[in-house]
């Protein structure tokens, strides 16, 4: 297991174009969280998933942004009509169990662009 | 929400320069703090986790020191390297009403060392 993978590494999208990532987390950890970071600032928390189930959002998670983790395993995060302020680094990261002792560990994250 | 200062944002030192940074927080409502390494085009990588007031903890020529009371840890590089540019990140992270464990991250610290 080579640790947290997200794909694709950078996306360059239109205005109101339709994006999807993929994260897939190391296999056994059942903790998956998504973060943002905009242009200087540090990431910011989005959502989180114990198995299947997203168990919670951030208010900075508008109706046009959905994320699923089918089955507990790998993880999709989409926006719809993307807009500019949308540009940042997506960033996914997993646990096993109780992250407060050990931390996450993260992917290398996602640039989206949108132009 | 947790107001996370670090300081100073960025730093250049020259190789073998012993170096350190600041990371300040309200001293209450959060369980651990956590330190990253992020170098460009890789993934955020743990250094830390620390809970006690008073905890220090190694790794290498890195060290960290959290007093919980006043809300601030300390990150110091010993004999800095070329290898030792990356983005610094501290997180305290807390629960959430909904049991997902958050980290609330500052705006990091650049550290760009000069061979």
Same mark, same amino acid.
């Not at chain 1, 360059?12 to 994006?19: A, E, H, M, P, S």
């Not at chain 1, 897939?24 to 970071?37: A, G, K, T, V």
């Not at chain 2, 960025?10 to 390494?37: I, K, M």
């Given at each position: ?14 205005? %109101?174009? /339709?994006?999807? !990532?993929?994260?897939?987390?190391? *296999?056994?950890? /059942? ?17 989180? !998933?114990? /198995?299947? +189930? ?12 959905? +994320?699923?983790?089918?089955? %507990?395993? !790998? *993880? ?16 996914? +990261? *997993?646990?096993?169990?109780?992250? *407060?002792?050990? %931390?996450?560990? !993260? ?9 | 929400?947790?107001? &996370? @200062? ?6 250049? &030192?020259? @190789? ?5 940074? =600041? ?12 330190? #990253?390494?992020? @170098? =460009? ?7 830390? &986790?620390? =809970? ?21 840890? #300390? ?7 070329? @290898? ?16 997902? #464990? ?6 990091? =610290?650049?550290?760009? &060392?000069?061979?």
């Amino acid at each position: 297991d080579t640790g947290v993978s997200q794909d694709p590494r950078h996306k360059i999208t239109k205005r %109101g174009q /339709n994006v999807t !990532f993929r994260c897939d987390p190391i *296999s056994e950890h /059942n903790r998956l969280y998504w973060y943002r970071q905009t242009l200087g600032q540090g990431p910011e928390f989005l959502t989180y !998933f114990q /198995n299947e +189930a997203q168990l919670e959002k951030s208010r900075l998670l508008s109706d046009r942004f959905s +994320a699923e983790r089918p089955k %507990g395993s !790998f *993880s999709t995060l989409e926006i719809q009509r993307t807009e500019q302020g949308d540009s940042a680094m997506y960033l996914c +990261a *997993s646990s096993l169990g109780s992250p *407060s002792d050990y %931390g996450y560990t !993260f992917g290398s994250g996602t640039r989206l662009t949108v132009v | 929400i947790l107001n &996370v @200062e670090q300081s100073p944002q960025s730093l250049h &030192v020259q @190789e073998g320069d012993s170096t350190n940074f =600041t990371c300040s927080f309200p001293s209450s409502n959060f369980y651990a703090l956590h330190w #990253y390494r992020w @170098e =460009t085009a890789k993934s955020p990588e743990a250094l830390f &986790v620390m =809970t006690l007031n008073g905890d220090e903890k190694k790794k290498g020529r890195i060290s960290a020191t959290l007093n919980t009371k006043e809300g601030y840890s #300390y990150l110091y590089i010993k004999g800095s390297q070329p @290898e030792d540019s990356a983005t610094y990140l501290c997180a305290p992270g807390a629960y959430s009403g909904a049991g997902s #464990y958050q980290l609330t991250f500052g705006k990091g =610290t650049k550290l760009s &060392v000069i061979p």
